[in-house]
Structure formats: C-alpha cells, structure tokens
C-alpha cells in the first residue's frame, strides 16, 4: 500500500512538474522604435532586438514576463545664437547647438494578461516598468561660428567663417555646461504593450515613458536669453515600438 501511494505521489509531482515547465515560454522579437523628447516636436526612428521569457500562471488569462533588448534614442539641440564682443574689437557670431545618440540594454518585467479569441489567436496586454543602462553615448556640442575681426586702417574689414561641428572635434563654450556630457548611464520607466497572438507569432505595439535622473543639471546662454535645465526624476522620452516574435514554448 505505501509502495503504491509513493508511486501515485511520484506520478503527480512529475505531472506538476512538467505542467509548470510547460507554461515557461521564450519569444525572441526584433523591430522598429519611433522616439521623441518631451519638450521637442520631432520623433526620431531607432530599432529594438532581444528577447523576453513568460510564465503562464492559472488560470490562464494572466502570466508574467522579463525580457532583455537593445534599443537606442537621441535628440538634437539648437541652434542658440551668442555673439561675444572682445577688447580688441573683434566681434564674435555663433549659433551653438548639437545631438545625442545613446545605446540601451533594457530588462522589462510586465504582467501579462491574455485572453483567447479563436483558436489559435490570443491577445496579449502587458503593464509594467523598465531598468535600463547606456552601454555608450555619442554626442556633438559645438558652433558654426562666423568671426568679424576689428579692420586695420585702409584695410577692409575680414570674416572667417567655421563650419559646424567647429574645428577639433566637440566643443564646449567657456560660460556654458555641457548638456550631453553629464548624461547618466542608468535609467527606468513605464511600459505597456499590446500584442496579438497567431500560432505562436507574435505582433506587440508597445509604449515607453522614460522617467529616470539624466544626471548633471546645464544651462545654455544665447543672446538676450538663457535657461537652466534643473534634471531631475520626470517625463524624458516618449517611445513608440512594433515588434515582431515568435514564441517557443519550453518543456514540450
């Protein structure tokens, strides 16, 4: 009798097992990002590839998923104009401004509630947050700078026009702090996604609100104006994404 409970117990924990092992899937996607920087009207494209790993729980109709992706941003400043007056005449006139590109790894964990709509169609909502850190930053902080220089007698006055970014590289004016180069490295957010599910492919349309601490505060001085930019915890990014994926399911 003991022999055949213990059978009967073993039997039922390898059924449980394999059950839960059945629920674990794995959905590589790759895609396309359209973001925008709170604060500036234009969207800029950037791309979006990993992978995220779910757990079906029961009932059904909610589950849990990680993942982990590459995903880039950016956005661009200016132009500022600033003109500079010297002792000896010489009259400076420069439109300052530049871009950022930066490069994400990301680690979402959402909920994920689903429902079934045929039979092999499933829907898909997922509601959650984000880590993520900068892998690098590349940016450009410069002028296009035209300079009048103070005319000898009987000789005509002279200019000197810099192209943009100016000569050697990045360059960061004296009475001014870098906007780009105090970005920090780390960032969170929220993220939702809605995706339909068709024998195992899968279409998401997904949403970012990018919330973390970009790191050192800046200000940028133009003529007859300037603003400081306090950074802080708040709205960053808005991030658009449609992916595509196909869902392996583990344990079968």
């Not at 010297?86 to 959402?110: A, C, K, N, R, W």
């Not at 103070?150 to 870098?178: F, H, L």
């Amino acid at each position: 009798m003991r022999k055949l409970i213990l059978m009967m117990l073993s039997v039922w924990m390898i059924g449980g097992m394999a059950n839960a092992q059945s629920r674990w899937s794995l959905t590589p996607e790759a895609g396309m990002t359209a973001v925008q920087r709170v604060g500036y009207g234009t969207w800029r494209p950037g791309v979006k590839v990993g992978a995220s790993i779910g757990y079906q729980f029961k009932p059904e109709w909610i589950g849990l998923k990680a993942g982990l992706f590459y995903t880039n941003r950016g956005y661009s400043m200016g132009d500022y104009p600033v003109t500079s007056q010297y002792l000896d005449g010489t009259t400076t006139f420069e439109l300052i401004g530049g871009s950022i590109t930066q490069h994400f790894l990301q680690l979402p964990v959402m909920a994920d509630f689903s429902w079934k709509v045929g039979d092999k169609v499933r829907m898909h909502l997922g509601v959650g947050m984000y880590a993520g850190v900068s892998l690098s930053n590349h940016w450009k902080w410069g002028s296009s700078m035209t300079t009048v220089s103070k005319p000898d007698p009987g000789v005509e006055q002279r200019m000197i026009s810099y192209p943009y970014p100016y000569p050697g590289g990045n360059y960061e004016m004296a009475y001014d702090t870098n906007p780009f180069g105090g970005q920090s490295s780390f960032d969170w957010g929220l993220t939702t996604s809605f995706g339909i599910e068709v024998d195992n492919w899968i279409i998401n349309v997904g949403y970012e609100l990018s919330l973390g601490d970009e790191g050192d505060s800046y200000m940028v001085r133009g003529d007859n104006f300037s603003f400081m930019d306090d950074r802080g915890v708040g709205s960053n990014y808005n991030t658009l994404s449609l992916s595509v994926g196909y869902k392996f399911k583990l344990g079968k």
